[in-house]
């Protein structure tokens, strides 16, 4: 019961996540030690599931997909989105330095822990790590295309944006503003249910989802230190982007109008700037830093006693 009450809280903590553009739920289950779970869960959605699940097999199937931890897990994500998503929302429009402050140490710790599962220090993990962080750096610096509502684009928008999402270090959302469809299908094709919009993005979402978490999972197989060390680097460079003194600028329409969800600016990009230290709000800043560390820690330490 502990352990899914853990696990739960784990998943709480993914679905908060998703709040912050820039962090990605699966930064979080990294450092939570569960990633590679997640990764064979989702894995484990092929042909043989399906054929349990047609022939009426339906423990089996539940057993085989390991229903009970994506049960527990996805439960806290979705009460987080919908509960604690929403406090987080209100924090980050009136607190943005704090919230960005406690996510920025947070990855900083969780770059080191993360790191710390790399067996061996070699040519082999240190070029991974080099290429994910320059990636993720590249990705927070580009300008977003114009809007494509081709069928094929689409469906590359949607393998990209489950790609991103699974992906340590990588933010959905931020990759589908730079790809210049955001508005498109999240502003106009979902709240209008625009099937000629959704079908390509929903398929290529599918097609993401059935083949990044084998390709993840091969790698970890495989290839175990230089895939943790690409994801490394992807939350290493997502650190630009969650970098908490910056100024947001805002996507707008063809008129120059900005473009609102939910009555809000979206953000479509940030021009940072270095803190001043004579402001009291910087080292209040340094504090939800240190907080974002020790939360990592313990996160690290609950780990350990499970494990004990």
């Not at 990633?35 to 339906?58: C, G, N, P, Q, T």
């Not at 980050?92 to 790399?118: D, R, T």
């Not at 895939?227 to 063809?254: D, H, M, R």
């Amino acid at each position: 019961m502990i352990d899914k009450v853990l696990l739960f809280f784990k998943g709480v903590a993914m679905g908060a996540a998703n709040v912050i553009p820039g962090v990605s739920g699966g930064t979080i289950a990294f450092i939570t030690n569960i990633y590679e779970e997640l990764i064979r869960s989702l894995k484990s959605f092929d042909l043989h599931a399906l054929k349990l699940l047609m022939s009426f097999k339906f423990l089996a199937f539940l057993n085989y997909i390991n229903f009970r931890f994506l049960m527990v897990l996805f439960s806290g994500v979705f009460l987080s989105i919908i509960t604690l998503g929403k406090l987080l929302a209100f924090l980050f429009e009136f607190y943005p330095i704090y919230v960005w402050a406690f996510f920025f140490g947070l990855i900083i710790a969780s770059v080191y822990y993360v790191g710390k599962n790399i067996d061996k220090w070699d040519v082999k993990s240190w070029l991974p790590l080099i290429a994910g962080s320059l990636i993720a750096i590249l990705i927070a610096y580009l300008n977003p295309a114009n809007e494509n509502e081709n069928f094929f684009y689409l469906f590359i928008c949607g393998i990209v944006a489950m790609a991103s999402m699974l992906l340590p270090g990588l933010s959905g959302s931020f990759v589908l503003i730079l790809m210049g469809n955001y508005q498109l299908i999240f502003l106009e094709a979902v709240p209008e249910f625009d099937l000629t919009i959704l079908i390509p993005v929903v398929l290529g979402s599918a097609v993401g989802f059935i083949l990044l978490s084998r390709i993840i999972s091969f790698l970890l197989d495989r290839f175990r230190d230089s895939t943790i060390g690409l994801l490394t680097g992807f939350i290493l460079g997502s650190l630009v982007i969650i970098w908490p003194w910056k100024k947001a600028e805002y996507l707008v329409n063809e008129t120059g109008e900005y473009i609102l969800k939910n009555g809000k600016q979206i953000v479509e990009s940030y021009e940072w700037f270095s803190p001043d230290l004579a402001d009291p709000e910087t080292w209040f800043a340094a504090i939800f830093i240190l907080l974002g560390l020790i939360a990592v820690i313990l996160i690290e330490g609950t780990a350990k006693i499970q494990e004990g």
